[in-house]
């Protein structure tokens, strides 16, 4: 398990200003608040700008996504072990916005397994949870997909789901991590969900699309420090 616990996560999806030489800078600003707070947070860039932030930061990053693949055949598609050569050290599996089966869960996480990454996999209910914790997954990150993008942060709306998976996860695979998302916009957010006993929580949009960024970034991992 490579990533570092508590954390708050910055996923930068596809939003403008979060590739190349954009992209770095917000990485570089998220780096320098995490050290002025002592809050811990890890990045998810786009693929392509893997090893440029993995090289020019010492954030935590991992990829939005990996193939089930092994060294071949496989045009387009992202060889873990590739991944972990850009400086990566885990990937998202089974994100809302990209689907896969439960048997490609199961390889996936083999695969980043075997490549020295850990596999940061999406569960949208209690039930789902349960059946990819049998794979031991490193983290699972559980989110409702209507609350993805919206300040409905499920720690306010739906703070007994979380500690129904919490206590799933305890007695289903107590050593995997549990991360919650999906509307989280707020430091009081971040707060709320390290109170109902996560690991690790974070946010895209809010982050990447908010008038002040850092001033929102400052305020979150000062909670993340004091969570630790």
């Not at 930061?57 to 055949?73: C, I, K, Q, W, Y």
């Not at 916005?97 to 869960?105: G, M, P, Q, Y």
């Not at 850092?214 to 004091?226: H, K, N, Q």
């Amino acid at each position: 398990m490579s990533l570092p616990y508590p954390h708050f996560q910055v996923n930068y999806k596809l939003y403008p200003g979060t590739w190349g030489s954009d992209g770095l800078a917000l990485a570089k600003t998220i780096e320098r608040i995490g050290k002025q707070t002592g809050g811990n947070f890890v990045l998810t860039p786009q693929v392509p700008d893997l090893r440029l932030i993995a090289s020019e930061t010492d954030l935590p990053v991992f990829a939005p996504a990996v193939d089930s693949v092994s060294p071949g055949r496989g045009m387009g598609k992202r060889l873990p072990e590739a991944l972990a050569d850009a400086g990566a050290v885990g990937a998202v599996i089974n994100h809302a916005e990209n689907r896969d089966t439960l048997a490609d869960i199961e390889t996936k996480i083999e695969r980043c397994r075997a490549a020295g990454l850990d596999a940061i996999v999406c569960v949208d209910s209690v039930e789902m949870g349960r059946a990819v914790a049998a794979f031991e997954p490193d983290q699972l990150l559980f989110e409702r997909p209507g609350d993805i993008s919206t300040d409905r942060a499920i720690t306010r709306t739906h703070p007994e789901q979380i500690e129904r998976f919490i206590a799933m996860r305890d007695d289903t695979a107590p050593e995997t991590k549990v991360r919650v998302g999906g509307g989280i916009s707020s430091a009081p957010d971040v707060r709320q969900a390290f109170e109902l006993g996560v690991d690790a929580t974070g946010a895209a949009s809010a982050i990447v699309t908010a008038e002040d960024p850092e001033r929102l970034l400052g305020e979150i991992g000062e909670v993340v420090a004091s969570a630790e």
